[in-house]
T-cell receptor, first 111, second 114 residues
């Protein structure tokens, strides 16, 4: 089975802090994704990566950056956290255009 | 641009009755279509997908979905609902010829009443 692991399930950070959300997949997938989920808005794509050191902006990249130094790891970075970034963050991966598999999610609260 | 609509925020059904969760889509080319389920405080789990071929797709946990090209729909169905099916369901679409990411609907909360 595909396993996508998000290292932090629940985080509480202060406004202005730099926040790192880490994601690791074990299936050698070239594509990795970060989504944000908010009630009534569904999932919105923040960034995705189709190869090491490659990235593309999704629908809502503002306030976020990403890093992919190794194929299995994709990090989401909030340079200066704000309260409107309080949300659930979902990491996912896929092989080519096939099914996307998700991690368990990271609940971030910014106070 | 691709888009997905799930017209019902909430669907209630009695246990043992058939259930339907609706989804319509818009893509410029041929669609890849997916259904995912999310239980409370969990990530999304893949249920089923349509790529090509038979319009009726069978997936996990007894769910199936019917692809209707003329109506641009991909409704999720199950002949007999279980209380344990209560969850949040997401439909998603990707255009064959476009970028790799999926576009998701806003989700439908399914509640199966005992």
């Amino acid at each position: 089975d595909v396993k996508v692991t998000q290292s932090s399930r629940y985080l509480v950070k202060r406004t202005g802090e730099k926040v790192f959300l880490e994601c690791v997949q074990d299936m050698d997938h070239e594509n990795m994704f970060w989504y944000r989920q908010d009630p009534g808005l569904g999932l919105r794509l923040i960034y995705f990566s189709y190869d090491v050191k490659m990235k593309e902006k999704g629908d809502i990249p503002e306030g976020y950056s990403v890093s992919r130094e190794k194929k299995e790891r994709f990090s989401l970075i909030l340079e200066s956290a704000s309260t409107n970034q309080t949300s659930m963050y979902l990491c996912a991966s896929s092989l080519g255009s096939n099914t996307i598999y998700f991690g368990e999610g990271s609940w971030l609260t910014v106070v | 641009a691709q888009s997905v609509a799930q017209p019902e925020d909430q669907v209630n059904v009695a246990e043992g009755n058939p259930l339907t969760v609706k989804c319509t889509y818009s893509v410029s080319g041929n669609p890849y279509l997916f259904w995912y389920v999310q239980y409370p405080n969990r990530g999304l789990q893949f249920l089923l997908k349509y790529i090509t071929g038979d319009n009726l797709v069978k997936g996990s946990y007894g769910f199936e979905a019917e692809f209707n090209k003329s109506q641009t729909s991909f409704h999720l169905k199950k002949p007999s609902a279980l209380v344990s099916d209560s969850a949040l369901y997401f439909c998603a679409v990707r255009d064959w010829g476009s970028a790799r990411q999926l576009t998701f609907g806003s989700g439908t909360q399914l509640t199966v009443l005992p």
